[in-house]
Nanobody
Framework: QVQLVESGGGLVQPGGSLILSCAAS????????MGWYRQAPGNQRELVAI?????????ADSVKGRFTISRDNAKNTVTVYLRMSSLNVEDTAVYYC?????????WGNGTLVTVSS
């Protein structure tokens, strides 16, 4: 079992920046990949960015060059960060942390990011 605790999110003006974080504990040492998905109202959940155990990253085309994903492997907790910059209104969504561990997917409860002037 993996427990996820998300933080960050909130209201930001267009062009602004935010950092999301997600701490995974439990069977953290078995984590293969971590990442972030998002879901805007009326839309399906979509991939934002993922990072593998080996540090390989993958980004949605819409966020390339603006978002950066990274992970910090501590002894009992693995934390994934999503640094978001040059935010625009199209980035408004609920952002979900995702973890793949021992063949199972785990999801956070989601954190709302609102980009508005």
């Amino acid at each position: 079992q993996v427990q996820l605790v998300e933080s960050g999110g909130g209201l930001v003006q267009p062009g602004g920046s935010l950092i999301l974080s997600c701490a995974a504990s439990g069977s953290a040492f078995n984590i293969y990949a971590m990442g972030w998905y998002r879901q805007a109202p009326g839309n399906q959940r979509e991939l934002v960015a993922i990072v593998s155990r080996f540090g390989r990253t993958n980004y949605a085309d819409s966020v390339k060059g603006r978002f950066t994903i990274s992970r910090d492997n501590a002894k009992n907790t693995v934390t994934v960060y999503l640094r978001m910059s040059s935010l625009n209104v199209e980035d408004t969504a609920v952002y979900y942390c995702w973890v793949s561990s021992t063949g199972m997917d785990y999801w956070g409860n989601g954190t709302l990011v609102t980009v508005s002037s």
